[in-house]
C-alpha cells in the first residue's frame, strides 16, 4: 500500500507563508489526481486544491489566488505553497488522491496566529 508523508507545517503570523511538501512512497503522481485536504478543528476535512495528471489546477474559492499546488512526478512529491495566510486557514493539511483512496497520512499542522 503506498503511504503518504505530509511535512512543511507550522506557526506563522496572519500573511506569512509556508509550503507543505507530500511525498508517497510509490509512483502514483503520474496517473493520479492528487489534492490537498484540510481539516480545521471541530470540521470535516475537506478538498481545498487539486492537480490533474496533465497538469490543470483547480482551487476551492476560500484559497483562490493565495495557494499554489505544484507537483515533481519524478520525485513523487506534491507541494503547497500557501501565501497571505489567514487565521481561518489554520488546520491539519492532508495529500491524498482524488478521489481520496489512499490510507490518509499524519497530516501537517498549520497554525495562522500572533
Known amino acids: 500500500q503506498v503511504q503518504l508523508v505530509e511535512s512543511g507545517g507550522g506557526l506563522v503570523q496572519p500573511g506569512g ?4 511538501s507530500c511525498t508517497a512512497s510509490g509512483s502514483i503522481f503520474s496517473v493520479n489526481a492528487m489534492g490537498w485536504y ?13 492537480i490533474i495528471g496533465g497538469g490543470s489546477r483547480n482551487y476551492a474559492d476560500s484559497v483562490k489566488g493565495r495557494f499554489t499546488i ?5 520525485k513523487n512529491t506534491v ?13 491539519v493539511y492532508y495529500c491524498n488522491t482524488i478521489p481520496a483512496t ?3 497520512g499524519q497530516g501537517t499542522q498549520v497554525t495562522v496566529s500572533t
Request: glycine letters at 2%; aromatic letters at 6%.
Open 17 to 20: 507563508s509556508l509550503r507543505l
Open 38 to 50: 484540510r481539516q480545521a478543528p471541530g470540521k470535516q476535512r475537506e478538498l481545498v486544491t487539486a
Open 70 to 74: 505544484s507537483r515533481d512526478n519524478a
Open 79 to 91: 507541494f503547497l505553497q500557501l501565501n497571505s495566510l489567514k487565521p481561518e486557514d489554520t488546520a
Open 102 to 104: 489512499l490510507d490518509w
